[in-house]
C-alpha cells in the first residue's frame, strides 16, 4: 500500500493509505502530509480544523491554531511515530477535510454550523479528529457524535480547567461552560466521565469524576492512566485534550495558562496507552500561536493529534475498531 511519491503527497497521493516523501519545510501543509480533501468515501478518519477564538475569555488567537499545528506536524510525517514503531497510515485512510467555515460575523450561527460540518463527516462512517480553536468547539462536536454514537458518551477531558461554570443561555459563546451544558443536555455521563489535569477551582463539578494536576504528579502518568480506563471502561468515549493542560513551561502559546501542570512527557504517556478505550471522537484544541515560543505548543498538539491517530491505528490492528 505504500506509495514511493516524493513532494506534495497532500494534493498528489491518490489512495489514502500510505506515506509519501517530504522536506520538512516546505510543501502543502496538511495535517502529516495526509490528503487534503472533501471527499469522505473510504476514510476511516477525517481531521478539520475549526478556527474558532469568539468564546476565549482570556487571551485570543486560537483561531491561528489549526494552522500552527498542520505546520508543526510536517517532522512527524517523515519517520515512523516513536514509540510506535510503524505507519499509521498503513492501517488508517486519513484525510485532512481542512476547515470548518462559519460566519464569525453572525455568532449565533456558529454552534449550529459546527455540528452540522461534523454531521456531514461522521454520516460518511468516519471517526474525526479535530483541531481547534478555542474550546466552545467540542460542545457541538458533542451534539454530533452523541447523535452518531448514542448518548450519553463518556468523556475524556484534559484540562487546567473543568468548563462546568454555570450558564442556562444556550446561544452564548463560551469556553468554559461546555460540560456544563452537556450534562444537562445529557450528551456525556458524569459518572463515567473524568477530567484530568485540572488545577482551578469550582464549586460544582458536575458529579464528574477528577484527576487533578497535583493527584497526576504524586501518583504518576501509568497510574492515571489506569484511574480514566477503570472509569470509563468500554462506553463510547469522546476525547478532548485542552493544550493548557500541560504547563505554560511545555505549553506557553494558550489563551488561559495555568502553572503546576502536567508535563508533555506525562500527557503523551497516558495519551499512547488509550487503546483499550473506546474513542469515537477526539479533539485537540486552545493552541494559540502569537503566544507561543518557538512553536513548541503547536509541537506539543502535533504529538498529541499524532499519538491518538497512532491509539486508532492499533486498536484497528487489533480488530478492535
Known sequence: MT????????????SLYGSSIENTYAGVLSFMRRNYTRELAGADVVISGVPLDLSTTFRPGARLGPAAVRAASVQLAELKPFPWGFDPFEELAVT???????????????????????????????????????????????IAHAEKYGKPLSLIHFDAHCDTWPDDNRDSLNHGTMFYKAVNEGLIDPARSV????????????????????????????????????????????????????????APGTGTPVPGGLTSAQALHIV?????????GMDVVEVSPPF??????????????????????????????
Not at 506509495?3 to 491518490?14: C, E, M, N, V
Open 96 to 142: 485532512d477535510y481542512g476547515d470548518c467555515w462559519f460566519d464569525a460575523h453572525n455568532p449565533l450561527t456558529i454552534r449550529d454550523t459546527i455540528t452540522e460540518h461534523a454531521r456531514t463527516i461522521l454520516a460518511s462512517g468516519a471517526k474525526m479528529l479535530t483541531l481547534g480553536g478555542d474550546h466552545f468547539i467540542t460542545w457541538p462536536l458533542l
Open 3 to 14: 506509495q514511493t511519491l516524493s513532494g506534495d503527497g497532500a494534493i498528489r497521493r491518490t
Open 195 to 250: 477530567q484530568v489535569g485540572l488545577r482551578t477551582w469550582n464549586d460544582d463539578f458536575m458529579g464528574i469524576p477528577r484527576i487533578d494536576a497535583p493527584t497526576v504528579h504524586e501518583i504518576g502518568a501509568q497510574a492515571t492512566l489506569e484511574r480514566i480506563k477503570a472509569i470509563v471502561g468500554d462506553h463510547p468515549t469522546y476525547l478532548t485534550f485542552d493544550i493548557d493542560c500541560l504547563d505554560p513551561a511545555f
Open 272 to 280: 499512547r496507552g488509550m487503546t483499550d478505550v473506546n474513542l469515537v
Open 292 to 321: 507561543d515560543n518557538s512553536e513548541i505548543t503547536a509541537l506539543a498538539a502535533a504529538h498529541i493529534a499524532c499519538d491518538l491517530l497512532c491509539v486508532l491505528a492499533s486498536r484497528k490492528k487489533a480488530g478492535l475498531a
